[in-house]
């Protein structure tokens, strides 16, 4: 007996090899079942159409144009399916490994603009600022599953929601299984609350649940599209739905009004609750209003030292100034020049509270051991770990210590300083 949740693949797998050898399909629970059923969480839908710039548009027209070209010239001279676009697609690949000459060079130019648009679609600017317009809302929501389509727009992705001040980072096929389970536990445990991954998410990776999946560019495949918002519709503990942000650039492949995804969009739609069709500029509002955050909230954030650490983080450049402000941070400087061996000790009483990283970031930082005050790059290169996690810690941190558990300690501190 087999049991998958997508009897599916691109070619004509199911129907000359899987079929045969188990003799029947019992088909069991589909989305409309398990939402009756109760087995996954209420769904909520939006569907976001971004602009293409100029450049953008007509880049993807001649890419189009090319597509058409080759694909007729591959069907027509060569033998490759019309009717099925997976059988098709094989056909190609096998044309470019194992075909002569003109077939190769046809087939390979097909492919090579196949990657083009594809790389094309994940990167658009106007799309990117759509997610960092929404990681403003997502910086104080749940946690966020990204799925795109390459390791360049994952990356893309990762960096547009850290500038807005979310914590952020991109898994892909190039992370060996160590740094994929530390970002995985990270993600867990709520120290990383975007992950943003291509196809390595799509299946076979048990990911963390998750509150929100923007899909920053649509698989052609029903099959990976199902295992996507797979990872999001779990049942959660407090019965609150799942939110799908499902950006397309209009006009395109991506747009449903093309057909694209049709299927899969079909069946998912008629189990959600909420299904809205907005343009890019009105998406962080419904989002917020979906999570139940104000937009005064939203905007306030804004002003979060947090985001521009992380903002200058992902431009490149270094952050001296400590994260947060407050009179947590007066007193690590203070006592950092000052070095009062009793007033220390107090201090250190403070960060006993601290995990070990976490020590080891405010020493290093602030220059609680003796040695200068650091920046976050300086910090990151001398503890080996990344210059986003320098700036997670050194917030988790202060705010730990602006607790109750510690605060009369740090008021006595701030009134002898």
């Given at each position: 007996?087999?049991?998958?949740?997508?009897?599916?693949?691109?070619?004509?797998?199911?129907?000359?090899?899987?079929?045969?050898?188990?003799?029947?399909?019992?088909?069991?629970?589909?989305?409309?079942?398990?939402?009756?059923?109760?087995?996954?969480?209420?769904?909520?839908?939006?569907?976001?159409?971004?602009?293409?710039?100029?450049?953008?548009?007509?880049?993807?027209?001649?890419?189009?144009?090319?597509?058409?070209?080759?694909?007729?010239?591959?069907?027509?001279?060569?033998?490759?399916?019309?009717?099925?676009?997976?059988?098709?697609?094989?056909?190609?690949?096998?044309?470019?490994?194992?075909?002569?000459?003109?077939?190769?060079?046809?087939?390979?130019?097909?492919?090579?603009?196949?990657?083009?648009?594809?790389?094309?679609?994940?990167?658009?600017?106007?799309?990117?600022?759509?997610?960092?317009k929404l990681g403003a809302v997502l910086a104080g929501a749940g946690k966020t599953l990204v799925f795109s389509e390459t390791k360049e727009s994952a990356r893309g992705c990762a960096d547009a929601l850290a500038s807005a001040g979310v914590y952020a980072e991109s898994?892909?096929?190039?992370?060996?299984?160590?740094?994929?389970?530390?970002?995985?536990?990270?993600?867990?445990?709520?120290?990383?609350?975007?992950?943003?991954?291509?196809?390595?998410?799509?299946?076979?990776?048990?990911?963390?649940?998750?509150?929100?999946?923007?899909?920053?560019?649509a698989s052609s495949s029903r099959r990976q599209m199902v295992q996507r918002i797979g990872r999001v519709i779990r049942v959660k503990p407090d019965g609150r739905p799942a939110s799908f942000v499902i950006l397309y650039m209009q006009s395109s492949i991506e747009d449903?009004?093309?057909?694209?995804?049709?299927?899969?969009?079909?069946?998912?739609?008629?189990?959600?609750?909420?299904?809205?069709?907005?343009?890019?500029?009105?998406?962080?509002?419904?989002?917020?209003?979906?999570?139940?955050?104000?937009?005064?909230?939203?905007?306030?954030?804004?002003?979060?030292?947090?985001?521009?650490?992380?903002?200058?983080?992902?431009?490149?450049?270094?952050?001296?100034?400590?994260?947060?402000?407050?009179?947590?941070?007066?007193?690590?400087?203070?006592?950092?020049?000052?070095?009062?061996?009793?007033?220390?000790?107090?201090?250190?009483?403070?960060?006993?509270?601290?995990?070990?990283?976490?020590?080891?970031?405010?020493?290093?930082?602030?220059?609680?051991?003796?040695?200068?005050?650091?920046?976050?790059?300086?910090?990151?290169?001398?503890?080996?770990?990344?210059?986003?996690?320098?700036?997670?810690?050194?917030?988790?941190?202060?705010?730990?210590?602006?607790?109750?558990?510690?605060?009369?300690?740090?008021?006595?501190?701030?009134?002898?300083?």
């Amino acid at each position: 007996m087999g049991l998958t949740a997508t009897l599916e693949r691109s070619d004509d797998g199911v129907e000359e090899k899987l079929l045969p050898f188990f003799g029947e399909s019992i088909v069991g629970c589909d989305y409309r079942r398990a939402r009756a059923d109760k087995i996954i969480a209420p769904i909520r839908v939006m569907t976001v159409a971004v602009q293409f710039s100029a450049l953008e548009f007509n880049r993807n027209q001649r890419l189009e144009d090319e597509l058409r070209r080759e694909r007729r010239s591959l069907i027509d001279n060569y033998g490759c399916s019309e009717s099925s676009f997976g059988v098709f697609f094989r056909q190609v690949q096998d044309l470019a490994k194992n075909g002569d000459f003109r077939a190769a060079r046809t087939a390979g130019r097909y492919l090579h603009a196949f990657s083009a648009r594809r790389e094309l679609l994940a990167t658009c600017r106007a799309k990117l600022k759509a997610i960092e317009k929404l990681g403003a809302v997502l910086a104080g929501a749940g946690k966020t599953l990204v799925f795109s389509e390459t390791k360049e727009s994952a990356r893309g992705c990762a960096d547009a929601l850290a500038s807005a001040g979310v914590y952020a980072e991109s898994m892909s096929s190039d992370d060996v299984g160590a740094e994929r389970t530390r970002l995985l536990r990270q993600f867990d445990e709520g120290r990383i609350t975007a992950l943003a991954a291509p196809r390595i998410l799509d299946e076979g990776i048990d990911v963390p649940e998750a509150d929100v999946g923007i899909i920053a560019a649509a698989s052609s495949s029903r099959r990976q599209m199902v295992q996507r918002i797979g990872r999001v519709i779990r049942v959660k503990p407090d019965g609150r739905p799942a939110s799908f942000v499902i950006l397309y650039m209009q006009s395109s492949i991506e747009d449903p009004a093309r057909g694209a995804h049709e299927s899969f969009l079909e069946q998912l739609l008629e189990i959600a609750d909420e299904k809205l069709d907005v343009p890019a500029d009105g998406a962080a509002v419904q989002l917020a209003n979906w999570l139940g955050q104000s937009m005064e909230t939203v905007e306030s954030a804004r002003s979060m030292p947090r985001l521009h650490a992380l903002s200058a983080v992902v431009n490149g450049k270094d952050v001296i100034d400590p994260v947060r402000a407050g009179s947590v941070t007066n007193v690590l400087l203070h006592e950092a020049i000052r070095a009062d061996p009793d007033r220390f000790d107090l201090l250190l009483s403070c960060l006993a509270i601290l995990s070990p990283q976490q020590i080891r970031v405010i020493v290093t930082r602030f220059g609680l051991g003796g040695g200068p005050r650091r920046s976050v790059r300086e910090t990151a290169q001398l503890l080996r770990i990344g210059a986003r996690d320098v700036v997670r810690v050194e917030d988790e941190s202060l705010g730990r210590l602006e607790g109750q558990d510690v605060l009369p300690i740090i008021q006595l501190l701030c009134g002898e300083a």
